[in-house]
């Protein structure tokens, strides 16, 4: 065997021993940033849906009972910027919700660490004030068409995509088409939260492509 085939060697052996030892990538990382998840149904043509009604302000989940909303200048910019990604993914807001193709609804999870599954899709009906189905029309209830199982701790964002197409029919269940989870938004500076969130909500959409016509 030659000098040059035992060098040659020599490297194949120590790239193989690299990859033995790290066969997946590291995740210790993942902690020291926002983490965005989103999901949807893909039977639904969001081609279909062209106009969508987004409220003026957050809906607070925590330890109190009352409803609470996020409406702050902070909580606006976040709205706004969701609003700007929606309107340059081809849909128009309106002010009429009854007439809306879609319905967005955000949530900000103060205090609470929630659960759901695909086994119990309705957890926002543990927590008092939620948006109701009936807030959108003659709904009797909600579903993800989707497969889904994660937890909400504090300081998640949820953004919710709801098909209001139907809306008409009495008795039926309202699809939660899209949603995004935004989790890690804390930090000392409220600054860097918003910062983080704004980022967050620009990721959710990058990383939905199926959202733009």
């Known amino acids: 065997m030659t000098v040059k085939t035992?060098?040659?060697?020599?490297i194949a052996l120590l790239a193989a021993a690299v990859c033995a030892c790290q066969k997946e990538?590291?995740?210790?990382g993942l902690h020291k940033d926002y983490l965005v998840y989103t999901a949807?149904?893909?039977?639904?043509?969001?081609?279909?849906?062209?106009?969508?009604y987004l409220p003026d302000r957050i809906l607070l989940i925590g330890e109190s009972d009352e409803t609470k909303y996020w409406e702050d200048a902070s909580a606006q910019e976040i709205i706004a910027r969701v609003a700007a990604q929606l309107d340059a993914a081809g849909y128009q807001r309106?002010?009429?919700?009854?007439?809306?193709?879609?319905?967005?609804?955000?949530?900000?999870?103060?205090?609470e660490t929630y659960y759901v599954g695909y086994d119990n899709p309705y957890w926002w009906w543990y927590y008092p004030y939620y948006w109701a189905p009936s807030y959108w029309g003659?709904?009797?209830?909600?579903?993800?068409?989707?497969?889904?199982?994660?937890?909400?701790?504090?300081?998640?964002l949820l953004i919710e995509m709801l098909?209001?197409?139907?809306?008409?029919e009495s008795g039926k269940k309202l699809p939660v088409v899209w949603n995004s989870f935004?989790?890690?938004?804390?930090?000392?500076?409220e600054k860097v939260n918003l910062q983080r969130t704004l980022s967050?909500?620009?990721?959710?959409?990058?990383?939905?492509p199926y959202l733009h016509k």
């Open 163 to 168: 098909d209001l197409d139907g809306s008409e």
């Open 40 to 52: 949807h149904d893909t039977n639904t043509d969001f081609a279909a849906l062209e106009t969508y």
């Open 6 to 10: 035992i060098h040659y060697l020599a």
């Open 25 to 28: 990538p590291s995740t210790s």
């Open 138 to 156: 003659d709904w009797i209830g909600w579903y993800y068409p989707y497969r889904v199982y994660y937890g909400y701790t504090s300081g998640s």
């Open 182 to 189: 935004i989790g890690g938004l804390l930090s000392a500076s």
């Open 200 to 208: 967050a909500v620009d990721q959710a959409f990058a990383q939905s």
């Open 94 to 111: 309106i002010e009429d919700k009854e007439t809306a193709d879609a319905g967005i609804q955000m949530s900000y999870v103060e205090k």
